[in-house]
Antibody, heavy 125, light 106 residues
Framework: EVQLVESGGGLVQPGRSLRLSCTTS????????MTWVRQAPGKGLELVGF??????????EYAASVKDRFTISREDSKSIAYLQMNSLKTEDSAVYYC????????????????WGQGTLVTVSS | DIQLTQSPSFLSASVGDRVTITCRAS??????LAWYQQKPGKAPELLIF???TLRSGVPSRFSGSGSGTDFTLTISSLQPEDFATYYC????????FGQGTKLEIK
């Protein structure tokens, strides 16, 4: 059974940092790109960024709203994806979902076929 | 980026009704479109991809159609568990989502 479990969310002050983890099981992690999606309270879904498989260099791309502040990485040996969030703003407050790309992430994500349960990040002073 | 526009944004219907939700893309996306269902407090779940193929385990009352720029999600006979928010997603180019359609009980 494919499982994705996010952790690391919480309350953080503006300007601070937070790292989210996505621990996965039930599939060959190294064969799949991973994508982070967020959802602000009462709002729709927004792509945060994605990371390709190591075969494609593990390169990541980001939404304009988070570029240069957020970094996605992966640790294939542990089947974990990470989202490092720096210089957080109040508008980054959202539930953050880790999702599995059905493909490798090259050239971009294919359908996002499995999702974690989400972790809430609240940025507030 | 390709923009996806769903209509309607809100839909009120009754159990047993047939409903259709539309997703229009600002550029052609071939058949690279998926539909998701999200219930309150839960993660979205994949229903259909690409465009018209039902994911394994999804009830047959759900169906999808379309290609290029115009797509539809149809629920043939609404069940109580179908009241949720539905999103389309295109994956022809970097992923973008529609704004969502909230399906409520009349």
């Amino acid at each position: 059974e494919v499982q994705l479990v996010e952790s690391g969310g919480g309350l953080v002050q503006p300007g601070r940092s937070l790292r989210l983890s996505c621990t996965t099981s039930g599939f060959n992690f190294g064969d799949h790109g991973m994508t982070w999606v967020r959802q602000a309270p009462g709002k729709g879904l927004e792509l945060v960024g994605f990371i390709r498989t190591t075969h494609y260099g593990g390169a990541a791309e980001y939404a304009a709203s988070v570029k240069d502040r957020f970094t996605i990485s992966r640790e294939d040996s542990k089947s974990i994806a990470y989202l490092q969030m720096n210089s957080l703003k109040t508008e980054d407050s959202a539930v953050y979902y880790c999702t599995r790309d059905r493909g490798s992430g090259w050239p971009h994500p294919q359908v996002l076929d499995y999702w974690g349960q989400g972790t809430l990040v609240t940025v507030s002073s | 980026d390709i923009q996806l526009t769903q209509s309607p944004s809100f839909l009120s219907a009754s159990v047993g009704d047939r409903v259709t939700i539309t997703c229009r893309a600002s550029q052609g996306v071939s058949s690279y479109l998926a539909w998701y269902q999200q219930k309150p407090g839960k993660a979205p779940e994949l229903l259909i991809f690409p465009a018209s193929t039902l994911r394994s385990g999804v009830p047959s009352r759900f169906s999808g159609s379309g290609s290029g720029t115009d797509f539809t999600l149809t629920i043939s006979s609404l069940q109580p568990e179908d009241f949720a928010t539905y999103y389309c997603l295109q994956f022809n180019s970097p992923v973008t989502f529609g704004q969502g359609t909230k399906l409520e009980i009349k």
